[in-house]
């Protein structure tokens, strides 16, 4: 049986006066998975992600969500099990954490007890009678993380989410945000710049840039794009391209090493013997692998950020 | 309802209320230092002084009033970037419209209390007779329409821009307006302006006798212009409703 999708967008498009921030994007989030929404800083995620909420108006193209054609007049009626977090958390700095709570579970009119469960998921109860003005950056982030989960919606768009965290925070984010499918059965949408993050909380990737999606699908499937390589320098390169010919091995040359498909050990050290009877002096041999950040870099550009 | 109630709950401990009644508390203090010894004159005619009093102070302070009330209730929203979490839950549409119902209750309840501040006062002060209850609440329902109008105006500009410093500029520039406005008696086209609203809808007059010192207050008939001066204070109130709703769901978030 095929995967629902709860997302999909077919050639949705927003252009500001002559600036096409997103460009023709079919996006799909099966159901259940944790989607990693990466691209460099102002590829066009956030658009994207406010044209699925509903906050910012496509050109073109259209959404569907649960299976159904968002429109404005069905919008707010499906966003009602969506939760969102879009850049920075909403809230009111007068008010307690807790009032902040009560406010959007009154207008999602979802139960009084998810606030003290949802406190208790991003680790605010004791800090829930404390106006939201003093509460640190780090709290602020996980106020809106425990706004977005009121009602335990079926989808949650996570927009930056661990953006002025400290490495604990991060670490803390990432982990509740991986734990959500399995525990509250969640699909989660989660944007980032950066690889790293997406590599460690992500099943499904989508990559943008400059507003197209260049890649999507499982991390995994990402994963198997990295390339394993022998590589090897010698002082005499021209030699050792002649004895890789002799093997039958059609060498890249990379700066001062010879670049060789992926060999098992014993055809490494017998190349190695060779190499050195013919009087090369052997440098270095070096096990290359193609990592996530140069495919990542491959398709966003190299002045991408990582 | 939902909407408008949480708007109510937003604003806990943001003293809005406490603002108002300190602004009003001001106007009544005003009115109390300008009648604090009545003549015998004045007593004979003080409860229609008051009628014609009354929209010129308006016209000083209810434009800056209205500036204050609608920043109060918009920068919440702005300071905790709050609209793009609302517009999820809620239509741009139904927002509005609870800021407006919001703002509308604080107007009813500032022109009740108004209202009730110029009878006791009037009382207190043993004006001849009774007020004409009839001219009274002919004021207050224009004085609210005005205030109304002022209000939508000022509501739109400070949930369209960030910095509240823009609609309070607005506002103060109105309340000046309004002053200028007094002292232009003879220019029929006040209600040109949306502060010129409680000038060009008065239905009160008054001759200054320079010999007596005496004030004179007569109930004027109203005139062609008169008339246009009401339907322009419903236009502008129209209008900033439209508009400021337009402006305010085309917008993206």
């Known amino acids: ?306 | 309802m939902k909407t408008l109630k949480m708007e109510f709950y937003k604003i806990k401990r943001r003293k809005i209320g406490l603002t108002m009644c300190a602004l009003m508390a001001v106007q009544f203090l005003w009115l109390i230092w300008a009648f604090r010894n009545p003549s015998e004159s004045e007593r004979l005619q003080g409860w229609l002084g008051t009628l014609y009093s009354m929209p010129l102070i308006n016209s000083i302070m209810m434009p800056t009033i209205m500036a204050v009330l609608a920043s109060r209730l918009a920068d919440v929203e702005h300071k905790g970037n709050t609209y793009k979490q609302l517009e999820t839950l809620r239509t741009a549409s139904s927002l509005f419209h609870a800021k407006v119902f919001c703002g509308l209750i604080f107007i009813v309840l500032m022109f009740v209390a108004q209202f009730t501040f110029l009878i006791l006062f009037g009382h207190y002060l043993r004006y001849e007779g009774q007020p004409d209850i009839g001219y009274y609440l002919r004021y207050l329902l224009l004085s609210l329409i005005c205030t109304f109008a002022l209000y939508l105006l000022q509501l739109a500009l400070s949930m369209l821009f960030f910095n509240q410093m823009v609609p309070l500029v607005v506002g103060l520039c109105g309340s000046m307006l309004g002053l200028i406005l007094m002292y232009l008696y003879n220019w029929n086209f006040r209600f040109l302006f949306p502060w010129g609203g409680y000038i060009s809808t008065m239905f009160v007059g008054a001759d200054w006798d320079q010999n007596t010192r005496i004030m004179t207050y007569y109930y004027m008939e109203t005139t062609e212009n008169g008339f246009l001066g009401h339907g322009f204070i419903v236009l502008w109130m129209i209008l900033f409703y439209v508009v400021g709703r337009i402006l305010f769901t085309r917008r993206e978030v």
Do not use: W
């Open chain 1, 1 to 306: 049986m095929p995967t629902q999708n709860l997302i999909e967008t077919t050639d949705l498009t927003k252009q500001y006066g002559k600036v096409i921030c997103v460009n023709q994007l079919n996006m799909q989030v099966p159901q259940g998975a944790i989607y990693g929404f990466l691209g460099p800083n102002g590829a066009g995620k956030s658009t994207t992600l406010k044209m699925i909420l509903g906050l910012a108006k496509p050109t073109n193209g259209s959404i569907t969500l649960f299976d159904s054609p968002v429109n404005e007049k069905n919008r707010i009626k499906l966003l009602a099990d969506t939760g969102s977090l879009i850049e920075s958390p909403s809230y009111y700095g007068h008010l307690t954490g807790e009032e902040n709570l009560r406010i959007i579970q009154t207008l999602k009119g979802c139960p009084e007890q998810d606030i003290a469960k949802v406190l208790k998921i991003v680790r605010l109860e004791d800090a829930r009678k404390k106006q939201v003005n003093h509460y640190s950056l780090g709290m602020k982030q996980r106020l809106g993380l425990a706004a977005a989960l009121l009602g335990f919606p079926k989808l949650l768009i996570l927009d930056e989410p661990t953006n002025g965290l400290d490495p604990a925070g991060i670490q803390e984010m990432r982990e509740l945000i991986r734990t959500l499918p399995s525990s509250y059965g969640i699909t989660v949408v989660v944007s980032s710049h950066l690889l790293s993050e997406i590599d460690q909380m992500a099943d499904h990737v989508g990559i943008i840039r400059k507003g197209e999606l260049v890649y999507q699908n499982t991390l995994e499937s990402l994963h198997s794009h990295a390339k394993q390589q022998i590589a090897i320098r010698v002082n005499h390169l021209p030699i050792a391209i002649d004895i890789l010919h002799q093997r039958g091995i059609e060498p890249t040359q990379e700066n001062d090493y010879l670049l060789l498909p992926m060999v098992d050990d014993a055809y490494v050290a017998n190349l190695c013997q060779q190499l050195v009877s013919q009087n090369l002096s052997l440098y270095r041999v070096e096990k290359r692998e193609k990592s996530l950040e140069d495919i990542f870099l491959s398709l966003t550009g190299k002045e991408s950020s990582l």
